[in-house]
């Protein structure tokens, strides 16, 4: 069940207030200043792992306390903050988790910004370190549409990073009255993720066509697990999408994002639920493939797949990304080269760490590995 949350004191590091990032004059968000990123640039200073989302969660009450006074926030004993904003009969709803994968964050980390790009450093350690933009760029972007529109819904899920835990937990009934679900939780800038996999659809062919994604550059394409996917699977009656948002390299120390396609998003939601004011109903009874379908095959092979390259990197730390690429190459028919990078950051993000002397990758400690029969072969390739 859903409870009100209590009165929390405004946090200890310095915060922002909406007029922080007014402008002086208009009393609007211009695109072409550096004020727009300053939320943004705070928000990638909270660290935030997945299962200590603590300081991100009591960030965002904070700020929606203060400068949404009319919204209303309650919570569920998962950690999921629900924010509704006015009275209305249906309401558009913007989905983010909070959660983030880097294991680094150092007490004098800052988010650098140029004029095309912001990425996180350390001078104390001199290293760049992530910034946590996924999924930090959907929580600003939910956050900027709460203050700017009358009637609108914001989700914000914890521990989406091990496994849409969040989501897979929360209070269904929260979008019964939505016209659709956004979530901006996909790397690059022009991905319109209409199926999560091969197995669950997310949207209505009339909801794609009605939001107008060529006018913003979007795409569509097929994506990987997040909350909107779990969502559909727990049977999620309206149209969902994810957006790419304008990061890259996520769950990586090197990841950083493009300004102006994190703007080029804002603008993208904003013209959705400005002009998509009628509910689009999707159920995926037509799915075919996945979970709930007769064909595995996708979330099989990527599951063997990740097993088998985490065993070969346990094994062999100094296997570089094009080697691991080579040998797996046309072994997974299902899966694309995409789906290959992506599981090799992610095991090397949880299994290793920056060598202090900048000569490769170690170990995380305390990690023991084998190495299966079933991998022998693609251990040979590699070799």
């Given at each position: ?79 999921n903050i629900y924010v509704t904003k006015g009275e209305s009969e249906t309401y558009p709803c913007l989905s983010a988790h909070i959660d983030q994968v880097q294991k680094t964050h150092s007490k004098d980390f800052e988010a650098i910004e140029t004029k095309d790009y912001i990425f996180g450093f350390s001078r104390k350690n001199k290293r760049q370190e992530g ?253």
């Amino acid at each position: 069940m859903l409870r009100k949350t209590k009165s929390y004191n405004q946090p200890k590091h310095e915060l922002l207030t909406w007029g922080n990032l007014l402008d002086e004059e208009s009393g609007t968000f211009p695109y072409n200043t550096l004020r727009t990123m300053k939320l943004l640039k705070e928000l990638f200073k909270i660290y935030s792992p997945s299962g200590n989302e603590k300081k991100m969660r009591k960030f965002i009450k904070w700020w929606v306390r203060n400068n949404i006074p009319k919204a209303t926030i309650k919570t569920d004993q998962t950690g999921n903050i629900y924010v509704t904003k006015g009275e209305s009969e249906t309401y558009p709803c913007l989905s983010a988790h909070i959660d983030q994968v880097q294991k680094t964050h150092s007490k004098d980390f800052e988010a650098i910004e140029t004029k095309d790009y912001i990425f996180g450093f350390s001078r104390k350690n001199k290293r760049q370190e992530g910034l946590g933009a996924d999924d930090k760029v959907g929580i600003w972007v939910n956050l900027r549409c709460l203050q700017k529109f009358d009637h609108i819904k914001a989700v914000f899920f914890v521990s989406e990073e091990t496994g849409c835990q969040g989501s897979g937990q929360c209070e269904m009934s929260f979008f019964d009255d939505c016209r659709f679900v956004i979530q901006c939780d996909r790397r690059n800038g022009n991905d319109l993720i209409t199926t999560i996999g091969g197995w669950t659809n997310l949207c209505s062919p009339e909801f794609v066509k009605a939001i107008q994604p060529e006018l913003f550059g979007y795409k569509e394409e097929c994506g990987l697990i997040t909350d909107v996917g779990e969502l559909k699977e727990r049977g999620l009656k309206v149209s969902a999408i994810n957006l790419s948002c304008g990061y890259y390299e996520p769950h990586t120390d090197r990841e950083f994002i493009i300004k102006e396609e994190v703007l080029n998003c804002l603008k993208f939601v904003e013209h959705i639920i400005s002009t998509c004011t009628d509910v689009y109903p999707h159920e995926d009874d037509d799915c075919f493939f996945g979970r709930n379908g007769w064909d595995d095959s996708w979330e099989e092979e990527y599951e063997e797949a990740y097993q088998s390259i985490e065993c070969n990197l346990l094994n062999h730390p100094s296997l570089t990304t094009e080697q691991i690429l080579n040998a797996y190459k046309g072994y997974f028919f299902s899966l694309k080269e995409g789906d290959l990078r992506q599981i090799i950051e992610e095991v090397k993000n949880i299994n290793f760490i920056d060598d202090d002397n900048d000569t490769g990758m170690r170990l995380l400690p305390n990690h023991e590995s084998g190495m299966g029969k079933e991998n022998e072969r693609i251990e040979a390739a590699i070799l």
